[in-house]
Structure formats: C-alpha cells, structure tokens
C-alpha cells in the first residue's frame, strides 16, 4: 500500500503546469528527433542532460524518460512516410508502413504506429513498476553463452525475414558481422582489418551504417521516380472517423500486441540489446505466428503494431536494469545512468526497494509521457503527412540526404562516418538490386559484436573445463535459446511441409 | 540469375581477404571472424551452386535501369560526397546551401523560373542556417567547420 | 541547356558572396578565452569521464567565464578522440579528456592513430584505482581464500572493463607476480562486467573502487592496488600489504594539442587546478569512488614518463603468442 500512497503522490507531483508544460515540449522535441532520420534517441536524451542539471532530480528525471518515450515512437514516422527510419528502432516499421503510405493510407498507418507505441510503452512501464525486481533477477542469469546464443536466435531471424532467397539473407547477414569485426576486437582489444587507414580504428559505426543502408537506397529509388507525380503520396482525406476506427481496429490484435510488447520488454531488460534488435525479432515472430505471413510487407496493420509496440516497450524495459541493479539496458538508458549519478542518485538495488519517492513519481511520469505522446503526435504527424505529401521529390531528395550527413555526423563528430554512410548506401542499393535485402545485412552488423563478444567471454570463462566450448552448452537457459533458435531457423521449412501435408490430404479428400 | 555467379565468387574473395587478414591477430581476436569467413565461404558456393540447379525458374522481370537514371544517380550521389568535402573547405552552412539548390535544380523535371529558384534558395538558407543555429548555438554540438560556415 | 548552366553559375557567384558576408569571425581576441570552449570526452556519455566532466563543468565555466560544451568523440577505447587531438587546432578552444594508462598503452599494442608524446596532459585531476572483488555468493571469503582457490582452479576467470586497460594490467601483473594462471576476461559498455559478477558468470572482478562503491552492500572487497589503504574504504588491504608490488590505477585528466601556445596551457591549468579544490566538485567525486589527484602539466609529463617504462616492460613480458 506503500506503493500506491508513492503512487498517488507522483501523480500530483506530475500535474504541476509547470512540468506539464515542460513534459509537453519535451515530448514534441522528442518526436522530432526521433523522426528525423539519423538523430536518435541516445541523442535526444543526451541533449536533455545539460538542460535539465540545474533542475531537480525528479523534473531531469521524468524530461529525460519523457523525450527517450517519444523519440522512440517518433521513429516510426519518417519509417511511414519516407521509407527511411527515423532511430534504428524502427527499420521493421518502414516494411509495411511506407507501402500503406503508397496505397493513400498514410494516417491510418501512422494512427496504427501511435496507438501501438502507447500500448507498449505503458506495457513497458507496467512492469517496471510493479515487477523490477524479480525481473531483474531474470536478466542476471544472462551470461556470455546466453548472450551468444542470443544473438544467433537473432541471427535466425534472417531466414523469416528474408523475402527472396534465404541464402542470399544469411549471406548478407555474414558480410553484416564481417563488418562489425573491422576495428578493435571486443574482447582482446587488438586492432583488425583496417588495412592501415586509422581512421577505421573505430571500426563501421553502427548508425552510419545503419542510415547509409536504410535511407539512401529509397533516395536513389526516389531519383528515378523523381519524373513521376509531383505528389510522393496520394493523401487520403482526413476522416476523424478514422481515428476511432483504426483504434479499434488496433485494440482487436491483442495477441498481437502483448506478444510484441514482451518481446520489446524482455530485449529491453538485457543489457546489450535494445530497441533495434527488438522491432526486428518482433516483426519477424509476428509474421511467424501470422496466418498470412506472406502479406507481411505488403502493408499490413500486423507489421506496423508489432515493430512499434516492441520497440516502445524496450523504454520501460530498459530502465529495469538500471533502476534495480544500476545497469542500463539500452543505449539511451545509459545516458540517463549519466544523468542520475550527476544528480546524486546512485542507481542500484537501494534505489528501488529503498522507496525513494523520486523513483515512483519518474514511474508515473513516464506513464504519462506516454499517453501523453499520443495526442502530440498524432497532430504532428497530421501535419508532417501533408507536408511531405506537397513536397516534390526535387526538394526531398537532397533535404533527406542533408538530414542524413548530419545524422551521421553527429555519431562521432567524424567526418569519416560520413563518407562511410554514403559509400554503404550506394553499395547498399546495388546489393537490393541484386537481391540483398539491406535487414539480414544490419542485423549482422548489430548482432555480431554481440555474438563475439558472448562467444569469446565464454570460450575464456571455459578454459577451467574439459574443453572450454563446453560452456556454451553447460546451462539450462543457453538450451531454452539453442532450442528457439533451432526452431526458429526450420520454421520455414517447417511451414511448407506442413502445408503440403494439409494440402495433399484435403486432395485426398476431394476424390 | 547469372549475377548471382559473379557475386558469389566476389563473396568467396572477400571471404578469403578476411581469412587472410586474420593472421596478423592473436588467436582470440581471430577466431571469431575465421568463423564467419568460413560461414560466408560455404554460403557462397551453395548460392554458386544454386545457379546451376535451378536453370528453368521464372526470373522477375524488374523494370530496368534507363541509362539516363543511372545517369542522374550517379550525378546525385558525386554531389553528395562533393557535398561533403566542400563542407570541410566552405563549412558546414555554405556547402549545404549551394548543394541543396544544385541539386533541386537538377532534379526539376521541367527548368525552374526564376523565382521559383530564388524562392527555393531562401527557403533552403532558412532551413539551413535554422539547422546551423539550433546545433551549434543552442545544443552546442559541433559542426563541419570549414573558413565559412 | 546553356541557360541553365549560366544561371547556376551565377546563382553560385551569388551565394559565395553571400556566405562570405555570414562569415562567423574567426579572429581570436587576444584574450584567452574569449568563446566557448568544447570539452571532448572520448568515451561514452554515462561513464567515469563524463560524470567528472559534468561535476567540473559549472565550476570551469565560472572560472573562465565562458560556456563550456561537452561533446563526445567515441570509439576505440578513447583512440578515436585522442587521435583526433593531434590533428585539432592547437588554439585552446577544444580541450580533451584524457586516461593514463590507455595512451600511454594504447600506442604501444598498435596503430592507435596517436603517439603518447602528441597528448599534451595539462592537468591530471582524479584517479580510480584498481580493487580485487568477489560476489557474495562466493566462496571465496578473504585474500587467501582467493589464493588458494586460483591455486586449486587454474585459469579462473576474472572479469575487468576493457583490454588493454587498467584492469587488464593489473591483472597481469598480479599474475605475474603470484605465479597464478588467471584468466581475464574483458568486457566492455557500461555494466556488463557487473552484471557478469552479481550474476556469477564470472569467478572475481578487477575493477574500480568507482565501479566497487555502488555494489559494496553485494560485493566483498579483497585487495585494492594502492600504496596507502584508503580513507573511504580502511578495510580493504592494500596489495602491497600483501606482499605484491603492484599500484595500478586508471588517471583521468585534460590534454591539448601538441603545438598550443604557452599562456594557454597556463590558463587552463590554473582552471583546473582550482576546479580540483572546489569543495562541491570533491565531494560529489569523493562520495562516487574517485580519488582526487593533482598533478599539474610538469608533473603529469613526469607521471608519463615514469609509468611508460613500466607498461612497456608489462606488455612485452606478459605477451601472448
């Protein structure tokens, strides 16, 4: 009861005008952020962080969960309307979004992606108030293996996604990782495959890439179209109707959106992976349990719920860990760690069952932001639709290219990653052309530090066995991933045979 | 498709580069990317394979390239990596400015007037140096700088 | 077509004389300083440098009476901004963080893009040092627990941030002396070599005191790698008490580009000498962990010079094949 009283005390401590006022900027710089291609939301928290210092602990608290919220959802956006993600955490959101957009639905596909964000990030948001703790204790039993073994179930989820031919999607999944390994190696240190330019010591930054693979090729598309309509959209009127509809028509796909929202909650707890890894695997488990996978990517409602739901519920996963054992679960979690140790709070197993008031009322502002987005940014998102729909491709082309360099830009204040950028999108579009999806080629890159990582750490952590690959295959939570990843690779496979059989057998029938 | 003969053999060599690389590394950095390597080596020679075995697949006729949009693709994209490198001499505001522009100009299907060209020039310097302002006044978070901005 | 090249030659003409008009003035005043000055971190926003960097922040900026603005230049454990230091004009208005030992280490193991000598250590202001730590749920209870159960487990696994780091030196040199086979296992990101020890994936730990205090409810200390026990944690023997020579510690301090004009290096570090004895800024640090330092510029060539040697031996003796 102690938490409700906490409860009801963060309530009025949010509805004081002036951190409403706030929350309400905070929420719409937020959106912009997000939607603009190649600014993320690591960065949109990070630019909070000075802003909010010489406030009190709970306002920097409950601004930076607000605007981490919302440039989460406000990815989806640019994902609907321009092809191009707005943050890594929405590439699964442009597979079905921009193709409605193309028919004319472009709201409704943006009405999709609000309500869908609201659902998981109050999904999200749930749970880290009412199970933290015990859900933290789920995330320790992580170790090196299970997050090696986690990376191949990742990795398997190129044989769902791929839409063409599924060794071209696992090739392009190996060239991902082959890039991840250029520079320093994660766990010994030493330096590789930079042919000598030190520029590369970094290694391919991940957004760079990220940007260069997913938003110049639709550039490139959009310069052969560029003689087309003037008209990139063909704008739908604007049917309040629509609103309540398309609601509805939401909130009927539960299944859908609880699947989506624990998988964004679950990915979200893990230290390592976040938002980006979580619209994909949601996507993908979606099309998996569909009964029509195959409309996947056509533009459907299903693929829009799952890539937004997750990716929203990843926030209140992500501050799981680090609320209740000082470990950010994501990239923008981690800035905010930044932010509360600035303010003297130390994160950490005291934080949360010490009952510090701060904690529940950044909960109840979180959950606010998040309800509150939906009004902002459906508004905004009204607008942005008919101004990109009035705007000639003459004029979005190079804005999108201008958005693009600073994007990457500001990664590393390097202008390499720039050049980098460029150079994966061009060759980014030539391998679409030739079949190479740009998603399987991504998610190496995402994955494959991660599964080096987890790989090497247990292979060392081994050396007292037998023989030190003996680890990998020691606990009971690596099998539970073995076996899903196995699962998840057969699945198509799976699939045909077994429609064959039912097929074949409704034949027999027939005579 | 024959394409996918010649990309799999770039991939066998691009396999081969990272094997190769790999011995300059001590054994834990390059057991990883030997792995890998050796994955994309076996991915390879099945799609090698493939190209051999499936001989009467109906092929998806994509519409093709025209040769002036390849034209213009290219054009485009040497503008943005001249883009850049202007943007280390000129600055970050200026080179936008002008590529920007050039590249609408461009891109119009029928030749801009000229007041819609200037028009467009002021929306754009708007737009940029609004850009300009609210990262390096305001977020403080540096730019290109060249001599100019 | 010729009227259209000819009009965007002159709408070319046109803009360059019109960005030469909105040329920002790039001629410093002779006043050092005069316009706000970057303070690049070269690790990620959240870790130990950032944290001081925005404990320091407000009070540099009062001292300097002009906005300081932090900016990151991450990627390759800090050589990405180090080695863009070299190449940063040397006109004071972008100063860097900087860590020993990483450049002193980082150029010695590879083409870091940076040599030791270019990185000009104004001012070294805090220091983490190393602590040995096991889990609670360890059975391992005191030092020579420890010893005997290395002894009796050969090549357990000991975790620490990063590799070639502080921690992984350290370790190295613990072995070294102990004749011990220890395993390091290096993780990187902020927390992963946390969660790895409260979830037992890994034996001990080789970490900070920085990193110790936030778990010291959960963690058993064992040795930490000073020449003094320290105030904030008297129980916690020293290696040295021990019998092992070993102090390893990880310095953070603020470094300019080679070439920066003498009257500036002063300015900035009497700037820092006097942030490191504001009382908030030590307090703050203190409570976290840090260990104030002061070495000014002088004194911080000195410590290069003096722990280069060092590594340098560790490096070579402690080589893998």
Not at chain 1, 77 to 82: D, P, R
Not at chain 1, 98 to 111: I, T
Not at chain 1, 190 to 201: A, C, D, H, Q
Not at chain 2, 78 to 97: C, E, H
Request: with cysteine; aromatic share 10%; charged share 15%.
């Amino acid at each position: 009861m102690e938490t409700l009283h906490a409860l009801m005390v963060g309530l009025q401590e949010i509805f004081v005008l002036k951190l409403f006022l706030m929350m309400c900027g905070v929420t719409l710089v937020g959106l912009l952020m997000g939607a603009a291609p190649g600014l993320t939301a690591t960065m949109a928290v990070a630019l909070l962080i000075p802003i909010t210092f010489p406030l009190s602990t709970t306002y920097a608290l409950v601004l930076t969960g607000t605007i981490y919220m919302s440039a989460i959802y406000g990815g989806s956006f640019s994902a609907i309307l321009l092809n191009t993600p707005g943050t890594p955490s929405s590439i699964a959101t442009c597979f079905d979004g921009y193709p409605m957009a193309k028919r004319g639905e472009g709201q409704r596909a943006v009405l999709i992606a609000s309500f869908s964000s609201v659902y998981g990030g109050v999904f999200g948001v749930i749970f880290l108030l009412l199970l933290a703790v015990p859900l933290s204790v789920v995330a320790l039993k992580f170790g090196p293996p299970e997050y090696f073994w986690l990376a191949v179930l990742g990795m398997t989820v190129i044989a769902a996604l791929s839409t063409g031919n599924i060794v071209k999607g696992f090739i392009g999944g190996a060239i991902g990782i082959l890039i991840s390994t250029i520079g320093i190696a994660p766990v010994g240190g030493s330096m590789r495959f930079t042919m000598g330019i030190s520029n590369l010591n970094a290694g391919v930054a991940l957004i760079p890439a990220l940007i260069g693979f997913f938003c110049i090729p639709p550039v490139l598309d959009m310069i052969v179209h560029r003689e087309e309509e003037i008209h990139l959209l063909k704008t739908s009127k604007v049917q309040p109707r629509l609103l309540l509809e398309t609601f509805k028509e939401v909130m009927k796909k539960q299944v859908d959106l609880i699947r989506a929202s624990f998988i964004g909650l679950f990915i979200g707890m893990l230290p390592g992976a976040g938002g980006s890894v979580a619209n994909l695997v949601a996507y993908e488990e979606a099309q998996r349990a569909s009964k029509h996978p195959e409309k996947f990517g056509t533009g459907i409602p299903e693929g829009i719920i799952a890539s937004e739901t997750a990716n929203n519920a990843v926030v209140g996963g992500s501050l799981i860990p680090l609320l209740t054992l000082g470990v950010p679960g994501s990239p923008p979690a981690a800035v905010m760690y930044g932010a509360l140790l600035m303010h003297g709070v130390q994160p950490g197993p005291q934080l949360f069952t010490g009952n510090s008031q701060a904690v529940f009322t950044f909960i109840v502002g979180l959950f606010v932001a998040t309800l509150l987005m939906l009004p902002i940014g459906i508004a905004l998102a009204g607008g942005m639709t008919k101004l990109v729909s009035r705007l000639s491709i003459r004029v979005l082309a190079p804005f999108i290219i201008f958005l693009t360099i600073i994007g990457s830009y500001s990664v590393r204040n390097n202008v390499l990653d720039v050049y980098i950028m460029l150079t994966l999108g061009v060759l980014g579009y030539v391998l679409k052309k030739l079949g190479f999806d740009p998603g399987p080629i991504t998610l190496g890159l995402i994955l494959g530090p991660i599964a080096e990582t987890g790989l090497i750490q247990s292979l060392l952590i081994g050396r007292t066995l037998p023989y030190s690959w003996m680890i990998l295959f020691k606990y009971p939570l690596s099998w539970v991933l073995i076996i899903l990843s196995i699962t998840s690779l057969f699945w198509p496979l799976f699939r045909k045979i077994f429609s064959k059989k039912a097929s074949s057998s409704q034949q027999s029938l027939e005579v | 498709m024959k394409s996918n003969r010649i990309v799999s053999v770039i991939f066998l060599l691009i396999s081969g580069w990272f094997w190769a690389e790999s011995i300059h590394v001590p054994y834990k950095d390059a057991l990883f990317p030997r792995l890998m390597a050796l994955l994309l080596i076996v991915l390879s020679l099945i799609l090698f394979m493939e190209t051999f075995l499936k001989q009467g697949q109906l092929v998806e006729q994509k519409p093709a390239l025209t040769r002036r949009n390849l034209i213009y693709m290219i054009l485009i994209i040497s503008l943005a990596f001249a883009w850049l490198y202007m943007m280390n001499i000129f600055g970050f505001a200026t080179s936008s400015i002008v590529f920007l522009l050039i590249m609408t100009l461009i891109l119009s299907t029928k030749a801009m007037k000229f007041r819609e060209t200037l028009f467009t020039l002021i929306l754009y310097a708007v737009i940029v140096i609004g850009f300009w302002f609210a990262f390096s006044k305001l977020l403080l978070i540096p730019l290109p700088h060249g001599f100019l901005i | 077509m010729e009227r259209f090249k000819k009009r965007i030659l002159s709408l070319i003409l046109v803009l360059v004389v019109l960005s030469l008009s909105l040329t920002s003035c790039t001629k410093k005043e002779a006043v050092y300083p005069s316009t706000p000055i970057t303070y690049v971190l070269c690790f990620d926003p959240g870790g130990e440098s950032d944290i001081t960097a925005r404990f320091q922040q407000p009070v540099l900026t009062k001292l300097l009476s002009v906005p300081i603005a932090i900016s990151y230049i991450t990627g390759g454990g800090g050589g990405t901004g180090w080695s863009q230091l070299t190449t940063t004009t040397p006109d004071g208005y972008t100063i860097f963080g900087t860590n020993l030992p990483h450049t002193i280490v980082q150029p010695l193991t590879g083409n870091a893009g940076y040599k030791t000598e270019q990185i000009d250590n104004i001012y070294m202001f805090e220091s983490t040092p190393c602590i040995l730590v096991v889990g609670q749920n360890s059975p391992i209870k005191t030092f020579d627990d420890f010893l005997k159960y290395a002894k009796a487990h050969p090549g357990m696994s000991i975790g620490g941030s990063g590799e070639p780091s502080s921690n992984s030196l350290a370790l190295a040199r613990f072995a070294q002396l102990s004749n011990l086979t220890l395993t390091y296992v290096s993780f990187t990101g902020s927390g992963t070599a946390i969660t790895a020890l409260l979830g037992g994936h890994v034996d001990a730990l080789m970490t900070y005191t920085s990193t110790f205090i936030q778990y010291k409810d959960k963690w058993l200390p064992l040795a930490v790698a000073t020449e003094e026990r320290l105030g904030i944690l008297p129980d916690v023997p020293t290696f040295k008490e021990l019998g092992y020579d070993l102090v390893e510690k990880a310095y953070r301090g603020v470094a300019v580009p080679p070439g920066t004009p003498e009257n500036i290096r002063k300015v900035l570090e009497q700037a820092f000498e006097k942030v490191n004895q504001d009382p908030e800024v030590i307090k703050e640090m203190e409570n976290l962990g840090f260990i104030m330092e002061n070495y000014n510029e002088a004194e911080s060539k000195a410590l290069v010079d003096q722990l280069t040697p060092y590594y340098t031996q560790l490096l070579e003796t402690t080589k893998k094949p």
